[in-house]
């Protein structure tokens, strides 16, 4: 076309070859951009608009998502790039320094929107991914940004390669040379890059799982697992962020096993007084008989001691087995742990004593809850420690505490009211 527009100016204009040239380049490039500034407004004023209406709703959620990563907006721009250099082609002259420069700025358009094409699918598929049970825990996020950077390192080199007009082979040569500058500039990339493979391979933690990371001061559920960082929402609602790397090369503690199994650990201890540890006489044993819990337990306690008595000569206590208080209490704390709904079934439960202490014997509680709620748990809990806590006399027991400042004036007042009765009766 530009040779058709160049021979008719010179023959109706009678205008020199130069002259006529630079007018029919003119001409062409003005048609070029008309025609590109048409096809701009006719999708991005017109088309996409209407698109947008028609897939935009709640009826409609992957239309917003699209809408959201600009689809169709880079697909139009990339559109445009390629209707551009087509005309370029067509209407210069082959070989022209105008069609050189134009189809080349076209090319290194239609690269940097054809990048930005594929991110937007790329951010499509992360967010699809997360409606999928088998996809939503996986950290995609962070291989998603990876490959992002790979992508983006990739079309730089072939734009670059382009405006210079060399093969991109020459490009990646020289970037041997630049190695170390490279692994050193892009590091913490790399290395979370590295981390979050071996995270998802291994599947040591997924978004949603409950992080325990006391080096980092975080304890909470991961909201994030990007290339390198991630993020973790805290009880107290704060955001702890750690290096992705970091789960890899330093140690952490993951809930997620507890979730899964439906059975959350109760392992705590209460002590008691040694000095309220003795045996039963026969009248507590028959009040503690009428215990539903346990009035097996004393029967086959009792038939078992009896056996064993028969056999040893003697009737002292030296010689022979009786029931204890503290042994009583752990089979009824047993049975009524295990007689609790709230108790996983499958789970281990068992009451067991420690070693003692200065202060007193701990008798441990082990169980598992049928609720992984952290509220639930710990209601389920407490109302267990405090029916034991309460029952404890009924077996003679006492919790130990040490004293505080309120026994300390108490003693006190009671040396006084007994030096002041000696001291009367002394009168």
Request: aromatic content about 8%; proline content about 4%; glycine content about 8%.
């Amino acid at each position: 076309m530009e040779q058709q527009l160049r021979l008719w100016l010179q023959q109706q204009f009678e205008l020199s070859n130069d002259y006529a040239s630079w007018a029919a380049i003119t001409g062409v490039i003005v048609l070029i951009l008309a025609i590109a500034v048409i096809l701009h407004l006719t999708l991005h004023k017109g088309l996409l608009p209407y698109i947008e209406r028609r897939t935009g709703g709640a009826q409609r959620p992957w239309g917003a998502l699209i809408t959201r990563t600009r689809l169709f907006n880079r697909f139009a721009f990339l559109i445009q790039g390629i209707v551009f250099n087509i005309q370029a082609l067509i209407w210069l002259g082959r070989g022209s320094a105008a069609q050189e420069i134009l189809t080349t700025g076209a090319q290194a358009w239609c690269l940097l929107f054809g990048m930005l094409l594929l991110f937007s699918v790329m951010d499509i598929l992360q967010n699809l991914s997360r409606h999928t049970p088998s996809l939503s825990r996986l950290p995609l996020r962070g291989v998603m940004q990876s490959l992002k950077l790979i992508i983006a390192v990739l079309f730089s080199i072939l734009i670059i390669s382009l405006l210079i007009g060399k093969s991109p082979l020459i490009l990646l040569s020289g970037l041997g040379a630049m190695t170390a500058v490279l692994m050193l500039v892009f590091k913490d990339p790399i290395m979370g890059l590295v981390a979050g493979i071996q995270l998802s391979v291994n599947d040591m933690l997924n978004v949603g799982d409950w992080l325990e990371m006391p080096k980092y001061g975080a304890d909470g559920a991961v909201t994030d697992i990007g290339l390198t960082t991630v993020k973790v929402q805290n009880w107290d609602n704060t955001i702890t962020t750690i290096p992705t790397y970091a789960l890899i090369s330093d140690s952490f503690k993951n809930w997620q096993g507890m979730t899964a199994s439906g059975g959350r650990r109760i392992k705590r201890s209460m002590n008691l007084d040694t000095t309220s540890i003795r045996f039963l006489t026969d009248e507590e044993i028959s009040r503690l008989r009428q215990s539903n819990l346990i009035a097996g337990y004393i029967d086959a306690k009792l038939q078992e001691i009896a056996e064993y008595n028969a056999q040893e000569p003697g009737d002292t206590l030296l010689n022979q087995r009786r029931l204890t208080n503290i042994g009583t209490f752990r089979a009824y704390a047993e049975a009524y742990i295990k007689a609790s709904p709230h108790i996983h079934k499958k789970m281990t439960t068992m009451v067991r004593q420690l070693a003692p202490t200065p202060d007193g014997l701990p008798v441990e509680i082990y169980a598992f809850t049928n609720v992984t709620a952290w509220i639930s748990y710990e209601q389920i809990q407490s109302d267990i420690f405090d029916h034991l806590f309460a029952i404890l006399p009924q077996f003679w027991l006492r919790v130990h505490q040490t004293p505080t400042g309120f026994d300390m004036r108490g003693i006190a007042a009671h040396f006084a009211r007994e030096c002041e009765s000696e001291r009367r009766a002394g009168l």
